[in-house]
């Protein structure tokens, strides 16, 4: 007969009220982690706290910044209009998470707080230069998304914490931008790479880049000498070629159960170089346009 | 410690109790007897257990049972009408010979019914991709997506 607890509180209210009765307790949003966790005995849970009803998580709202809910599943993150159009690079990199079937369930909070050092929407949100909202009994605090990350599952959240929103700032219309990634299955599995880039461009010179690795560090990196290198330059074939073998040197892969060090090291290079064509294209026949 | 749900099952609303690291895809084989739902590798890889969950597919194995309280779910047996006839894309499926074991059939015939409802005429590349979380180590693929889009195209007439 189980002993584990189940609550589902309605509000943060009642959801802080539980967090505070009982250290122990588990956030559950979506599951997809937590579930294959327990499934394999890698975790034991005592109480489970449902956060899927506590609906004031789960919204996506644009006024001076776009703010997304925690519990905004990934499913919503992929298919919204706003994000399609704000941000492509966050819009396709929920959609290569897992399958239909765990975009339904997962949540974007639940990806960004499981802290993988692939997790999807992470290199995006880095490069989005996001804030983590994170909410105690009594406290909020803010923290840029390049601080959240501590290590392969590690955050800055501490017990009694709750990670409620993150706040993105507008990108101005001349900023391009793109998810690629790499994995041994096309669906339902994690990246080998993943690079997240926007640009902000003048035709083809470049004023701005940031660039997101994922799956190459302990936790999801930018790489800033690339970033820096590839600023105010014009954005020739052998400039973006020599910016990709910059992120290699940037990153620090290691060999694991589904690919090598070096492999990912060539990923990198591979996917850095198509992503910045890619946007150097689109940024190109918009100028011809104009 | 086990929860009271009630949820509605292929229109049936059921009410049991369940422990509440219990999984969606047991209670609704074990405990309701919907064996049409498969489960395959428990983890969220093989969509077997695909069902609709308020209208859009889950995996079934993920979802803890106290979390589909107040749900409405459909199943592959929910698809067949009063008289028995069989949904448009179970017999696209059987008339294209989508069919070979037959254990990832009632996930891919969910997915493939929650396409055609956000998409009634996808491309060949929107099928391959909404069914592309659902595994079939028999018949490679090409004769299922077959199979949708002649589903799909039986609704245009
Ligand atoms: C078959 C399969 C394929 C997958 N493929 C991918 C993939 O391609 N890319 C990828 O990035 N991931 C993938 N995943 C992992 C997983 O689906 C995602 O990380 C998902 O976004 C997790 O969200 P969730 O809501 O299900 O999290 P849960 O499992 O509910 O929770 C994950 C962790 O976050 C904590 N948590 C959740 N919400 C909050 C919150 N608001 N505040 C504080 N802590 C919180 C939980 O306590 C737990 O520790 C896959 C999983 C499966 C099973
Ligand atoms: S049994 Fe649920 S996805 Fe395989
Ligand atoms: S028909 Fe056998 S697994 Fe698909």
Same mark, same amino acid.
């Given at each position: 007969m189980s002993k584990v607890i189940y609550s589902s509180p309605e509000n943060l209210k009642e959801l802080f009220q539980l967090l505070e009765q009982d250290q122990a307790a588990t956030l559950w949003a979506g599951g997809t982690d937590l579930t294959v966790k327990l499934e394999n005995k890698k975790i034991k849970v005592s109480h489970i706290i449902n956060l899927k009803n506590v609906k004031e998580l789960d919204f996506i709202t644009a006024s001076e910044t776009i703010r997304i809910g925690a519990l905004t599943s990934i499913r919503k993150l992929e298919t919204s209009n706003l994000m399609q159009t704000e941000y492509p690079l966050l819009a396709q990199a929920s959609h290569g998470l897992g399958s239909w079937q765990i975009r339904t369930l997962a949540t974007f909070g639940g990806n960004l707080a499981n802290?993988?050092? !692939?997790?999807?929407?992470a290199t995006p949100i880095l490069v989005l230069n996001g804030t983590m909202i994170i909410k105690g009994k009594n406290t909020e605090r803010k923290v840029p998304a390049a601080e959240f990350f501590r290590g392969p599952g590690q955050t800055v959240l501490k017990q009694g914490e709750v990670l409620t929103e993150v706040e993105l700032p507008k990108l101005t219309s001349d900023f391009k931008s793109i998810y690629l990634k790499h994995s041994l299955?096309? !669906?339902m599995d994690i990246a080998l790479v993943g690079v997240a880039c926007a640009l902000r461009l003048d035709g083809d010179k470049c004023l701005e880049a940031r660039i997101g690795l994922g799956a190459v560090a302990p936790t999801p990196i930018r790489v800033p000498k690339t970033e820096q290198f590839l600023t105010d330059k014009t954005l020739t074939t052998s400039m973006i070629a020599e910016a990709s073998r910059l992120a290699v040197e940037e990153c620090r892969p290691i060999d694991d159960i589904r690919a090598t060090a070096s492999y990912r090291r060539e990923l990198v290079q591979v996917l850095v170089k198509r992503a910045l064509t890619s946007l150097v294209k689109d940024g190109g026949s918009d100028e011809n346009t104009d | 410690m086990k929860i009271p749900i009630s949820l509605t099952v292929n229109g049936d609303k059921f009410e049991l109790l369940v422990a509440p690291t219990r999984k969606l895809v047991d209670v609704l084989r074990?405990?309701?007897?919907?064996?049409g739902t498969k489960k395959g590798c428990g983890e969220g890889e093989c969509g077997a257990c695909t069902v609709l969950m308020d209208g859009e597919p889950v995996s079934?194995?993920?979802?803890l049972a106290p979390q589909a309280h107040g749900k409405t779910v459909v199943t592959v047996e929910g698809l067949e009408s009063e008289n028995g006839e069989l949904d448009p894309v179970q017999e696209s499926f059987m008339s294209k010979g989508a069919?070979?074991?037959?254990?990832?059939s009632p996930g891919m015939i969910m997915t493939s019914k929650a396409l055609l409802k956000l998409n009634p005429h996808p491309t060949e590349e929107e099928v391959k991709d909404a069914i592309s979380g659902n595994l079939c180590r028999?018949?490679?693929?090409q004769k299922i997506v077959d199979a949708v889009l002649d589903a799909s195209e039986k609704r245009g007439r």
């Open positions: 802290a993988a050092p !692939s997790a999807e929407t299955r096309r !669906s | 074990e405990d309701l007897g919907f064996t079934s194995c993920l979802v069919i070979q074991c037959g254990y990832c028999c018949t490679g693929y």
